[in-house]
């Protein structure tokens, strides 16, 4: 069977997955979206995204027009549709077709897209022999001009900091808040080790709340691990004995330099070698069964 993707209520071939110049998820990137995996047969944390992304909307003054349930199951069923049991879910709301103003009353109803495809990660030596990551030049966007814990469509600010990493010939920026505080990296939270101790920016500072992020936090402390959600600078990204990233598509991910300081031994290190395997056994362990009866398609 072709690829098949969920538009507004019906699945329809690839090629046949378009949405129009006219929608202000393009004209304005004027919407939300999930980022979502697949493992072994079931959803990762599905009810955790969806949750995001409802809450994403409402605070966009969006109303998604299928109501949770039903979103729920065509994510499962563009799983199964796509034979994908390992893999990724892109799951987007755009405002909808309007005019050329950017007044969202415009746009009657907003489009939902649902894109279920394989995954591609980052190369397997980086987690072998880990990132180089740059402290951007480039801030975050504070909070109180458009609130992080919104997944939106805008993501130019993070794809300006990518730039930077690409034409720097890093492999991840992280960006400071405009206060001078470590946030997050473009697509993936961060957190440091030092002296045993796990640190990572808290929600105040201005970040994505990812899945992840909340994931390894809950296994490192029933570890009896000790986490805290604070404020960092790049000099505690430079001295800590460990950092690593996490994020939806990254898993964790370990860094070894960041602006060109080595971090710890420069290789990846034990607390962030026990959580990914702890993150692994969590995703073998838990998630929501893609083959389950019946569907409404
Ligand atoms: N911060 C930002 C800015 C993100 O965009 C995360 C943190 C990590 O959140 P999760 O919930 O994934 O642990 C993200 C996640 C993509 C893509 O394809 C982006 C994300 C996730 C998945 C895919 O660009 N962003």
Redo the contacts with the bound molecule.
Sequence with gaps: MSHQVYINGAFVDAEHAVISVWDHGFLYGDGVFE?IRAYHGRVFRLDQHLSRLYTSAHSIHLEIPVPFDEVRDAVLESCRRNEIADGYV?LVVSRGKGDLGLDPRKCSTPSVVIIASGISLYPEEKYRDGLRLIVSSVQRTPPQCLDSRI?SLNYLN?ILARIEANTTNADEAVMLSTSGHVT?C????IFTVSNGVIRTPAPFVG??E????GAVIEVARKKGLVVEETTLTSHDLFVADEVFL????AELIPVVTVSGRKVGTGKPGPVFQQLLSDFRALTRAEGTPIQTVPSVF
Aim: net charge positive; hydrophobic share 20%.
């Design positions: 980022g892109r997944k993070n997050e473009t697509a993936e939270n970040i994505l990812g899945v992840t992020r996490t994020g939806t598509g």
